[in-house]
């Protein structure tokens, strides 16, 4: 049974429903509403409600839900938990709605009006969660080469099947055995073709051997359609545990942990074009066709009063075309405006698109997420604008990262270090990743290559530039109206 369901259902049985949230969810980061520290009652970083359900005999009606909050430090709950009942508690009743019937208050007026927007799974009806391996440290490298010796140890016929497993830690389990995925590759002729390359994490692109006699869930249903041709995917979760960052884009295949690695947060993958398969019929339009809703694109194109193409971009002013579509929701996912507005709503479910009618907004919008794209792909020229620099005297090995706020310096050794990494550059979360940080610890006792360090300097640009970006995208949106007069 799902959440939603659960609740749906405990509002049927029961006639009185108490929730006493007593917040201090660290993961979250939550403060009370004046600003002040907010600690758990426990040593646990799940916040945590005490909830009392009341059934009365005879009584069939809707239950009644009362909601009361509790911030601050944990001696100060105590006191009150202490002193206080359930009569003496100040109550707010709520009026839990489909779908999600939630037990926490929230302000109807601003879900009506984030109910407008297109719910991203009903645009691009094509999407799944991304790969899940079932064991990434062996079909998952920083280089193909680190993989394709491991492969290579897998498939060695004088080697056992219980000598393979050992040498490469490989757990079995009911669905999979070492035996069977070794037969099946060594009925492959063409076996290192199937090496390709993944978005693991932010800006963090590994090989993968990606055939599913070694893969446990491949998802090739949809990414086929990234490995089939030029094309570039949007990837977001359906949930999210505190403020909302997840949003990326890239032309690679993903794991279901590429955004976050928190619970619930599943990455989730939406390929802009579809690739017809093998024998498919080949339209006059093209090899590919927009991963959208034809009813989306009907809604969009006359509130824009714009024509729309089946491939690439429009001029704008009597078309548009899907990247348009795909440019101007990044742009709108990276408001900050938009995040804290909706915070409540985008932490239960996939975001939600507004639609704006201003042509004049669109396109800059559409501009400046395309400048956001190019940055996140690793595209961009404004790349190569360095603002660090590094010291190169040391072997250049990953030991341990350390940042220092006053001299902006991100050291990776006792020698070694980056230097000119912005505050705000280094606390930049993509997700559940501060990417930054993320990037080297996943790196810790390599050496970085020439590559590798120079890649490093680019994030570094990426992030500070797309910090820039955010900020003129909620200047452009509050230019024509704020919110929500720019997408009546």
């Known amino acids: 049974m ?3 369901g659960m609740r749906q259902s405990l509002l049927n049985t029961f006639t009185e429903i108490y929730i006493f949230n007593l917040h201090g969810n660290s993961k979250k980061k939550e403060v009370a509403p004046d600003g002040s520290k907010d600690e758990n009652v426990f040593d646990i970083q799940q916040g945590v409600t005490i909830s009392i359900f009341i059934k009365e005999a005879g009584k069939t009606s809707h239950a009644k839900v009362h909601y009361a909050d509790l911030w601050g430090k944990r001696e100060g709950k105590y006191l009150v938990l202490a002193e206080t009942d359930i009569n003496l508690t100040k109550w707010n009743e709520l009026e839990p709605t489909s779908p999600h019937y939630l037990f926490v208050p929230q302000d109807i007026n601003l ?3 984030y109910e407008k927007g297109w719910k991203i799974t009903d645009i691009s009806p094509i999407n799944s969660t991304g790969i899940v391996t079932a064991r990434d440290g062996f079909v998952i490298g920083l280089e193909q080469a680190s993989v394709q010796k491991r492969l290579e140890i897998f498939l060695d016929k004088k080697l056992g099947d219980t000598e ?3 040498q490469l830690s490989l757990s079995e389990n009911y669905m999979w055995r070492v035996t069977e995925a070794r037969k099946q590759l060594m009925a492959i002729n063409d076996w290192e073709s199937f090496f390709k390359r993944i978005l693991y994490r932010p800006f963090d692109y590994r090989s993968i051997y990606y055939h599913p006699s070694v893969v446990w869930r491949t998802r090739s249903n949809v990414m086929r359609h990234m490995m089939a041709g030029n094309n570039i995917g949007l990837y977001t979760n359906r949930e999210v545990n505190g403020e909302f960052h997840h949003i990326l884009c890239s032309r690679d295949i993903i794991n279901d942990c ?5 619970t619930k947060e599943r990455t989730y993958i939406f390929p802009l074009y579809l690739y017809p398969v093998e024998g498919e019929m080949q339209l006059d339009k093209g090899n590919r066709r927009p991963n959208f809703n034809s009813e989306f694109i009907k809604v969009f194109s006359e509130k ?6 089946e491939d690439g971009k429009g001029d704008l002013q009597e078309t548009f075309g899907p990247e348009d579509i795909f440019n101007y929701a990044y742009a709108v996912f990276h408001s900050p405006d938009y ?3 909706y915070v409540e709503f985008l932490r239960r479910d996939f975001p939600r698109l507004p639609l704006t009618s201003d042509k004049v907004l669109f396109k800059l919008l559409a501009e400046k997420g395309a ?3 190019s940055l996140h792909l690793m595209e961009s020229p404004l790349l ?3 603002i660090t620099k590094y010291e190169v005297k040391g072997d250049h090995t990953v030991d341990k990262v350390n940042y220092d706020e006053k001299t902006q310096r991100v050291s990776i050794n006792k020698t070694q270090c980056f230097e000119g990494v912005p505050p705000e550059v280094w606390n930049f979360h993509i997700g559940g990743y501060p990417v930054c940080e993320k990037w080297l610890k996943d790196r810790k006792g390599r050496k970085l290559t020439i590559d590798d360090i120079a890649h490093y300097q680019e994030i570094v640009v990426a992030l500070k530039e797309t910090i820039r970006l955010m900020q003129e995208i909620d200047e452009a949106i509050e230019s024509h109206g704020g919110w929500p007069v720019a997408f009546d």
Do not use: A, C, P
């Not at 590429?258 to 928190?262: N, R, W």
């Open 2 to 4: 799902t959440f939603r």
């Open 111 to 113: 879900l009506s009006e």
């Open 164 to 166: 393979v497993q050992n």
């Open 258 to 262: 590429t955004v976050s690695l928190q």
């Open 304 to 309: 824009l009063g714009l024509k729309f193409i």
């Open 339 to 341: 995040r804290s507005r």
């Open 371 to 373: 400048t956001l794209v």
């Open 384 to 386: 190569n604008n360095l």
